[in-house]
């Protein structure tokens, strides 16, 4: 159990997830549904299809290999697909040649991973970085995470948990003595918001966040969405819980539209339609306030 | 004597050759072969042809020595109101020097046609064709053109597989030694020479007394060079009204009367000696790609200055600015075939910085910090800068660098000692000698002061060896047999197959390539021999020999520019996957389809796209690599220059991955007909890297440099990456790949945006400067076709 998992993505030369020249490795499945997340396919736990219409040439071979008629074609319209009618078999994935169609998530053995993530090992070491385990949420998986991390531990290298925060107490004892540095998400202090936009209060996120923040080196990351999180109540509250628990940075990431076209590729709404994206200088007015608290910050990473 | 740094740069000429023609076909020429205002300067031709006509039936060596006394002798000299180092290669700052002794049929081409009729008003298109007529049989490419017989002759004219071309021929003199005894120090060892000859009469009595005679009248005429700006300024100094004017010109005098015959004893009497020799090499000889070890030759001179208060490091930086524009004069008239090449090049003068010393230890000081300093300034195309990296190489010099980076100019260009040292030791190089190397032109690996007339003899275009190797030499629709015939395709069971017909293609036609060379290296010492230069390096004046008579004993010397190896590479990789792997189609198809240029067979192309490809750390592209690099390098091993030394390739291929891909149609990687080559030898193929810069090196660094010396690499970043604490993952980055064994990088820090935005508006992009091979060039001088393809280079940036 816990030997392979569900991963959508590796990302090497990773600037932006912790220190210095990273490998992060994105696994599929996420106990929250955030409107605004930029990575939607990363909330389904299975491999499933993206579609990249752009790609398509229009040779038909799709439509024919849909077992279900989800697939169609006509001349007005080019290919079209009816994803109410789609059971992500994939057949079509296979059909296509011009990757319009793809896999997005794919099952990994632990070795694989492991073998990919240690290509960079020069790069971690002339740089502070190391492997980041992201998502989705890591520890959806949580047999597999944990002893990835083991083994990625074992390798020497520096790893740190992008987490969400949502998760028993309990599945963080077992992956932290392998852990050097959580990034925790801190989405949006309200908790009737919080459960409004991702699906779930926040209090279990908040009583985590305590609890881990002094047993490890914690950053918080906040997504900030102008007119939803960034008012200055919201970050100086922010700050000041990081300086409480000892908290030493906290990441402003603004929101982009990323997840909107991604939605489409998956077949699924888009349903955060009022986000906006944050001002260069507001971002620079939120880091000041973190700032005053003697708390790190940085915009963007 | 201070000026603000606008004022220095408002100086500046451009001389930048565009890039006119695409292969043999033209491309843009109504924009003209160089801006508005730069003539063709004619007084070296006028001086040397006036020489040569006297001098008929005098031995070559002297008539050369003579020829070039009497242009130094005799060309209009200037000094500009701002200068205090002088001195040029031609009668006006706008001028462009020009080799008539070396081809004067192209140069009539280009002021007859849209690409150069303003280089010259009707005068002196009526002085060319006199002049001409005197070199008409007598030029070196005539005389090349005559030597050629049979089927050197046939494969001589440019049909898309290599090219044969005056490329380049560089050199670094000794200025260590010049500087220490003067040219004074070396009249005097000539003479000695000469002495010793007339009492032991050796086998080779008269061609040594010839060349060291030679020697003296060539040294004296640099002497009397430099003393006619000093007289010049004396003269104008007399004339001024303005005291700073008049010392600064009294300044000069006193420099030129000094140097370069004595040794300089201060920074500015150093940079005038070493301006002169510069410019007094390149009248002797049409060359490019000049290179000197700055910070280790004026680092000295400057802290000798320092300590005893006779300069401060402002009055430095701005005699550096000052020289920085003396260099940018320097510019050089091109066939319209070698603009092609050439896109955006000046005269490729190299300063190298950093490195070791003789006993291994770094020699950064204090010059290293201004010459970046100087760079960082003025953002010229002239000189470009190489820092040599070693694991001593401090961090606070890596982190200056990234400052001249963000600027955007497209250096310091790093060579990595890690890899270079072993290399040069395994060309033979004492590892002394080796310690001291220094980089000429865009690339180019030199050991100063050795006897290394280094040349390119042209480039070979890989991708179209491969394609013959597909037709079994046949042309498809002439049904010419151009190249071998290799085994019919039908029979190739695997990659290994398809990669042995290409290297049969890559022989054949390598043959004849050095076949080309060696008689042109022959005609070359026979009718080209340089006495100037050869005193200024180890060796000539105590052999009695023309540098072009012997020669330093190592591989260090010729190469080949080798030009599309990671499309060959994608290519093989490909085939592997989908023919032979996959069969989802055989080689026979495939074959068929590449000559429709991949029409109505998007579908294989997208196939073919889809395969491993080189430059995302996938063993299965790069281990195909490796097979196609250390195979090319063993097969053009397998050839000797006239001294017998083994022949590599190269990959300082200039902008010719875009101008010389113009003959190969589609090619196995999913390349269509005519599109640009991969931008360099280490480089993947414009965005088919998908796995980030880290994956980049790691593919490179499974090329051995030692067995391939394949060294030019491109990375393309964002501004940003060199910003704030991002500089610190910018310097890991830097480390790691020297860590990695890789021979050299470098990098275009720009995005995407401002490189469109200048091609919508280049009014408003005048000075936007971007790498293009070894070299900078100004954006908005490239043609439309080049510049997309530096747009199409992967802009490495990641989440």
Redesign the interface.
């Known amino acids: 159990m816990g030997d392979k998992g569900t991963i959508f993505n590796i ?6 997830d912790g220190p ?2 990273r490998t992060t490795v994105f696994l599929k499945g996420c106990p929250l549904k955030c409107a605004w997340c930029a990575n939607p396919e990363s909330q389904s736990p299975n491999p499933q299809l993206l579609v990249r219409n752009i790609k398509c ?1 229009s ?1 038909g071979k799709c439509v024919s290999a849909c077992p279900r008629g989800a697939l169609t074609w006509s001349r007005n319209t080019g290919r079209q697909i009816h994803w109410e009618r789609c059971n992500q078999c994939l057949h079509c994935v296979e059909a296509c ?3 319009s169609l793809n896999i997005s998530g794919y099952e990994a053995s632990i070795d694989t991973v492991l073998a990919e993530v240690e ?2 090992g ?2 971690y ?5 190391g492997v980041t385990l992201s998502g989705g949420e890591p520890l959806f998986q949580k047999d597999f995470v944990v002893s990835l991390a083991k083994r990625i531990k074992e390798k020497g290298l520096h790893v740190a948990l992008d987490t969400c925060g949502f998760v028993p107490a309990g599945h963080y004892d077992a992956i932290l003595p392998y852990i050097d540095l959580i990034l925790y998400d801190i989405k949006i202090l309200d908790p009737q918001m919080h459960k409004r936009y991702s699906g779930s209060d926040n209090r279990l996120i908040l009583d985590n966040a305590h609890h881990l923040a002094g047993l490890t080196q914690m950053w918080f990351r906040i997504p900030v969405i102008a007119g939803f999180n960034d008012s200055d109540d919201q970050i100086r509250e922010t700050a000041r819980i990081a300086k409480n628990i000892g908290v030493k940075k906290i990441s402003l990431l603004p929101y982009h539209e990323g997840g909107k076209s991604k939605c489409e590729q998956i077949g699924v709404v888009y349903k955060f339609s009022e986000g906006l994206i944050p001002e260069d200088s507001w971002m620079q007015h939120l880091a000041n306030i973190i700032q005053e608290f003697g708390v790190d910050t ?1 915009i963007g990473y | 004597m201070k000026k603000p740094l606008h004022n220095i740069k408002s100086k500046l000429v451009i001389k930048a050759v565009r890039n006119v023609r695409r292969g043999d076909q033209a491309e843009e020429a109504q924009r003209g072969m160089y801006r508005p205002g730069i003539k063709l300067d004619l007084q070296r031709s006028r001086y040397l042809t006036e020489s040569y006509r006297r001098t008929d039936g005098m031995p070559m060596v002297l008539r050369r020595a003579l020829a070039i006394e009497n242009v130094l002798k005799n060309m209009d000299i200037y000094i500009q109101k701002w200068e205090r180092i002088v001195g040029s290669s031609c009668s006006i700052p706008e001028g462009l020097y020009f080799g008539i002794d070396m081809n004067w049929r192209s140069v009539k081409r280009i002021i007859s046609g849209h690409e150069g009729r303003g280089l010259l008003d009707d005068t002196g298109r009526k002085e060319l064709a006199e002049l001409a007529e005197y070199w008409k049989g007598k030029s070196m490419s005539d005389r090349q053109q005559e030597m050629f017989t049979g089927d050197i002759l046939k494969y001589w004219k440019y049909e898309g597989t290599f090219i044969w071309t005056h490329w380049s021929e560089l050199g670094i003199p000794n200025y260590e030694k010049i500087f220490k005894v003067g040219l004074r120090g070396l009249i005097d060892e000539t003479e000695g020479r000469l002495a010793a000859i007339d009492r032991e009469v050796p086998a080779d009595y008269i061609e040594q007394k010839e060349f060291l005679q030679s020697v003296l009248i060539s040294l004296r005429a640099l002497i009397s060079f430099a003393r006619r700006y000093a007289s010049l300024a004396r003269d104008m100094a007399s004339r001024s009204e303005d005291p700073a004017d008049r010392r600064r010109l009294e300044e000069i005098s006193t420099t030129c009367e000094r140097v370069p015959e004595h040794p300089p004893r201060t920074l500015l009497e150093a940079l005038q000696s070493f301006f002169f020799i510069h410019i007094g090499r390149y009248i002797e000889y049409s060359t490019l790609g000049i290179g000197v070890r700055f910070d280790k030759i004026f680092g000295p001179y400057y802290d000798a200055d320092s300590k005893e208060d006779r300069i401060t490091r402002d009055e430095a930086l701005e005699l550096l600015q000052l020289l920085w524009v003396k260099f940018q004069e320097l510019g050089l008239v091109y066939s319209p075939m070698l603009s092609g090449i050439y896109g955006g090049v000046e005269s490729l003068q190299a300063i190298t910085l950093g490195g070791v010393d003789e006993h291994g230890q770094d020699i950064t000081n204090e010059m290293t910090y201004i010459v970046l300093d100087a760079a960082r300034s003025m953002q010229t195309l002239e000189p470009s800068i190489a820092l040599r990296y070693h694991d001593g190489t401090p961090d606070t010099l890596l982190q200056k660098t990234m400052e001249v980076l963000h600027t955007g100019v497209g250096y310091p260009s790093f060579f990595n000692d890690r890899a270079m040292l072993p290399t040069l030791e395994k060309w033979g190089v004492p590892r002394q000698d080796a310690r001291d190397y220094a980089i000429t032109g865009c690339v180019y690996i030199e050991i100063p002061g050795k006897n290394i007339s280094r040349r390119a003899l042209g480039g070979l275009i890989l991708p179209k060896c491969l394609w013959w190797a597909l037709h079994r030499g046949v042309h498809p629709v002439t049904g010419v047999q151009w190249g071998v015939p290799t085994p019919d395709p039908v029979d190739f069971a695997s990659s290994e197959d398809v990669l042995n017909a290409y290297l049969d293609q890559v022989r054949f036609f390598f043959r004849r390539q050095c076949t080309i060379e060696n008689t042109c290296r022959e005609l070359y010492a026979k009718y080209l021999p340089r006495p100037l230069y050869s005193a200024f390096l180890d060796g000539c004046i105590e052999r009695g020999k023309d540098c072009r008579q012997w020669c330093y004993d190592s591989m260090v010397h010729d190469f080949c520019v080798i030009i599309g190896t990671t499309n060959v590479v994608d290519s093989l990789a490909a085939i592997q996957r989908v023919v032979f792997e996959k069969k989802k189609i055989t080689l026979p198809e495939l074959i068929s389809i590449l000559d429709k240029n991949w029409e109505g067979h998007e579908d294989a192309r997208s196939m073919m796209l889809a395969a491993p490809k080189y430059g995302n750390d996938d063993d299965a592209a790069d281990a195909i690599a490796v097979a196609v690099h250390h195979g090319t390098s063993a097969v053009l091993a397998e050839f000797s220059d006239r001294f017998g030394h083994p022949l590599r390739g190269d990959g300082s291929g200039v902008s010719a991955t875009y101008g010389m891909a113009l003959h190969t149609p589609a090619t196995p990687d999913g390349r269509y007909d005519g599109e640009p080559f991969a931008d360099a030898t280490l480089s993947p193929s414009q965005g088919r890297d998908h796995k980030g810069p880290t994956a980049v090196l790691k593919s490179a660094a499974k090329i051995d440099t030692v067995k391939t010396f394949n060294h030019l690499l491109n990375q393309k970043f964002p501004p940003d990456m060199l910003e704030s604490d991002k500089k610190d993952l910018f310097a890991g980055y830097l480390r790691t790949w020297g860590d990695l064994d890789i021979s050299h990088i470098q990098f275009n820090i720009v995005d995407r945006a401002t490189l469109l935005d200048a091609q919508r508006h280049p009014e408003k992009h005048p000075d936007l400067i971007v790498r293009v091979a070894g070299y900078s060039a100004y954006f908005v001088d490239l043609s439309r076709g080049l510049q997309d393809s530096i747009i199409a280079r992967t802009e490495q940036s990641f989440t």
């Open positions: 990302q090497r030369f990773s600037i932006h210095g020249i040439r040779c040649s011009f990757q290509k960079d020069v790069f070491k002339n740089s502070g970085g940085s």
